[in-house]
């Protein structure tokens, strides 16, 4: 059985780079209306969305909008492959299509995937996108000569106070080092590393460490003792160019209750900031069902250890040719919530550990997730498969070695050994929408992506370009100096809005004085200011900097009931971090943006 793949729109590929300057990426960004009326009659609904930066590759999307209370866990599709729990679910999705820089118009017909017409109501809409034309451009001349860099290499997109980070950084788990995105791309000597002491017989996991954002002086790495089979967390302060301390607070001198680890990689460590998570991947190390996530408090304590084999293990794979334990061996995450997936195993699921702790049960836990059964990155669904639909096999593709979500909670997995496609995209409740292609992407090897999606100055999509080196194995093995080394840079961005059937509710006044975050935040040198007005009345918009000397006035004058926006231009202004305030009468209301350069 086979099914035609989504795949993007693939041209000649020349990697690109600014050679002794600074990294700027152009952004791709969406423009199109939060709220949309529709009759849901079955028409033509055109939605105006505007692109800037660069062209895009648009995925439409309709899903459920306030139903997730409703949805009990359900197991649903071909071989079971959609497991959902708690998630507004998805409608209808579209196939890629290219649009241009400029004013464009999405359609839709009105129906979901199954060609039925849509019921009125409210639903929500997604506009998921990334530059499927243009050359992927140079962030870093490294970071990938470690093969397995994309289960060890993540982007802080955060400060500390939970702010777009108008200094974003890159740092990695083997070899330890840091990056300031935004650096030139070719001046390794702003590479910042540290070395890790370890104890005798123990070794950091391939998989994640995880930077505290609480406080990026400190990072945390899963510890391994293969010989001993146990595993656990240790905490360590961050020393550049020297040897990173261990602190002796944390756990039990410095290092996490322990757990019974039989496999020797993956998948590493992830903290929201208020727990530790990690899980045993055991995909190769175990005939017997064996999977577990682990949590921990952020002083090293395991505060549960909850059984996932009913999921990542398989006594029928086993007895079809497959592995017993399929993983998990990669890990993600977006706020509050963990991503699992693995290279040994076709699943991929959402969690809610948080969840979890609050009623510690399971249905708790599992949000959403997706098996064999909808080709995206399943396993086995050839008609020329000798083991026909096997998920646990770590010997068929499509191979997956990183996990990464998005602001709006879109999974992607790099995808290689399934033809010349270059990702997997699977949208906020685990269904799949097919595979896509970076520009100039072959059939060779990709292992990894990531979304950088914060609201800073380089948000993008991150990969790898390891695929232009050629076949990464021969009779011999690996074959390293064939690697195309670095981390390179393509345009994304997703946005979200209602669709609905009442009446003029675009128009309607609002409840309430209310004054947004600007847009782009940080921003250079342009960013846009909302604010809506519950009743017509004079406004004055007014920027000032930290000594809150008047900088701008941007407006001043009557505005009717309604939203508006302002546009301040900052190109005769130093970077920095500036205050506006908007005025309606009695209503005011100062917020902080920041401006780079």
């Known amino acids: 059985m086979k099914k035609l793949l989504l795949l993007g729109v693939a041209v000649l590929?020349?990697?690109?780079?600014?050679?002794?300057?600074?990294?700027?990426?152009?952004?791709?960004?969406?423009?199109?209306?939060?709220?949309?009326?529709?009759?849901?009659?079955?028409?033509?609904?055109?939605?105006?969305?505007?692109?800037?930066?660069?062209?895009a590759g648009i995925v439409f999307s309709v899903y459920t909008r306030g139903k997730a209370s409703q949805i009990v866990p359900t197991?649903?599709?071909?071989?079971?492959?959609?497991?959902?729990?708690?998630?507004?679910?998805?409608?209808?999705?579209?196939?890629?299509?290219?649009?241009?820089?400029?004013?464009?118009?999405?359609?839709?017909?009105g129906k979901d995937q199954d060609g039925g017409v849509v019921a009125p109501g409210d639903y929500t809409y997604y506009l998921w996108s990334f530059d499927n034309v243009s050359a992927k451009t140079l962030a870093v001349n490294t970071?990938?000569?470690?093969?397995?860099?994309?289960?060890?290499?993540?982007?802080?997109?955060?400060?500390?106070?939970?702010?777009?980070?108008?200094?974003?950084?890159?740092?990695?788990?083997?070899?330890?080092?840091?990056?300031?995105?935004?650096?030139?791309?070719?001046?390794?000597?702003?590479?910042?590393?540290?070395?890790?002491?370890?104890?005798?017989?123990?070794?950091?996991?391939y998989g994640d460490s995880q930077v505290d954002p609480n406080d990026f002086n400190y990072v945390y790495f899963l510890e391994k003792n293969v010989g001993a089979k146990v595993a656990g967390v240790g905490k360590f302060k961050w020393v550049p160019g020297g040897t990173s301390e261990v602190q002796t607070a944390f756990g039990n001198d410095?290092?996490?209750?322990?757990?019974?680890?039989?496999?020797?990689?993956?998948?590493?460590?992830?903290?929201?900031?208020?727990?530790?998570?990690?899980?045993?991947?055991?995909?190769?190390?175990?005939?017997?069902?064996?999977?577990?996530?682990?949590?921990?408090?952020?002083?090293?304590?395991?505060?549960?250890?909850?059984?996932?084999?009913?999921?990542?293990?398989?006594p029928t794979d086993f007895a079809g040719g497959g592995q017993m334990?399929?993983?998990?061996?990669?890990?993600?995450?977006?706020?509050?919530?963990?991503?699992?997936?693995?290279?040994?195993?076709?699943l991929v699921q959402?969690?809610?550990?948080?969840?979890?702790?609050?009623?510690?049960?399971?249905?708790?836990?599992?949000?959403?997730?997706?098996?064999?059964?909808d080709y995206t990155l399943d396993r086995n669904f050839e008609d020329t498969s000798s083991k026909a639909w096997v998920c646990n096999d770590y010997n068929a593709g499509a191979f997956k070695e990183s996990a990464t979500i998005d602001g709006n909670m879109f999974f992607a997995a790099n995808s290689f050994d399934v033809g010349a496609v270059s990702f997997g995209l699977i949208g906020p409740d685990g269904t799949g929408f097919g595979y896509f292609t970076f520009a100039g992407d072959t059939a060779g090897w990709k292992m990894g992506q990531m979304f950088l999606d914060n609201d800073t100055p380089y948000d993008g999509f991150y990969m790898d370009n390891k695929h232009a080196g050629g076949s990464p194995?021969?009779?011999?093995?690996?074959?390293?100096?064939?690697?195309?080394?670095?981390?390179?840079y393509l345009g994304h961005d997703s946005i979200t809005g209602i669709l609905t059937n009442a009446v003029d509710v675009a128009e309607a006044a609002p409840a309430a004085f209310a004054v947004s975050q600007n847009t782009p935040n940080p921003f250079n040198p342009t960013t846009s200011i909302s604010f809506t007005l519950a009743k017509a009345?004079?406004?004055?918009?007014?920027?000032?900097?930290?000594?809150?000397?008047?900088?701008?006035?941007?407006?001043?004058?009557i505005r009717s009931a309604g939203t508006h926006s302002v546009v301040w231009d900052a190109t005769s202004n130093s970077s920095g971090v500036y205050f506006y305030t908007v005025k309606s009468g009695n209503n005011s209301k100062t917020m902080k943006m920041t401006l780079v350069k």
């Open 13 to 55: 590929f020349t990697a690109s780079t600014s050679f002794g300057a600074e990294f700027k990426p152009t952004l791709l960004k969406l423009q199109a209306s939060p709220v949309i009326q529709y009759d849901f009659d079955g028409s033509t609904l055109n939605i105006p969305v505007q692109v800037s930066g660069t062209t």
């Open 75 to 109: 197991t649903n599709g071909h071989l079971g492959w959609h497991y959902v729990n708690k998630v507004d679910t998805c409608v209808y999705y579209s196939a890629l299509k290219n649009y241009g820089v400029g004013a464009n118009t999405v359609t839709w017909d």
């Open 143 to 205: 970071f990938t000569d470690n093969w397995l860099w994309e289960r060890g290499v993540e982007i802080q997109g955060l400060t500390t106070d939970g702010l777009p980070n108008p200094k974003p950084f890159i740092y990695e788990t083997m070899p330890t080092r840091r990056w300031n995105i935004g650096n030139d791309p070719l001046d390794l000597t702003l590479m910042e590393t540290t070395t890790i002491p370890l104890g005798a017989g123990v070794s950091i996991s």
């Open 254 to 314: 410095g290092l996490s209750d322990l757990v019974e680890d039989l496999s020797n990689f993956c998948p590493g460590v992830r903290t929201d900031g208020e727990y530790l998570y990690t899980a045993d991947e055991n995909y190769i190390s175990d005939n017997e069902p064996n999977a577990d996530f682990y949590i921990y408090d952020m002083e090293g304590s395991l505060l549960s250890e909850i059984d996932i084999s009913p999921w990542w293990s398989s």
């Open 325 to 346: 334990n399929g993983g998990p061996n990669c890990f993600g995450s977006r706020g509050k919530y963990v991503f699992l997936t693995s290279n040994g195993s076709c």
């Open 350 to 373: 959402m969690v809610d550990p948080q969840g979890y702790l609050a009623s510690t049960d399971i249905e708790d836990f599992i949000i959403w997730g997706n098996d064999n059964g």
């Open 473 to 488: 194995f021969n009779t011999g093995g690996w074959v390293a100096n064939e690697f195309t080394g670095g981390l390179f």
């Open 537 to 557: 009345g004079d406004v004055t918009v007014e920027v000032f900097n930290t000594a809150g000397q008047k900088v701008a006035t941007l407006a001043q004058g």
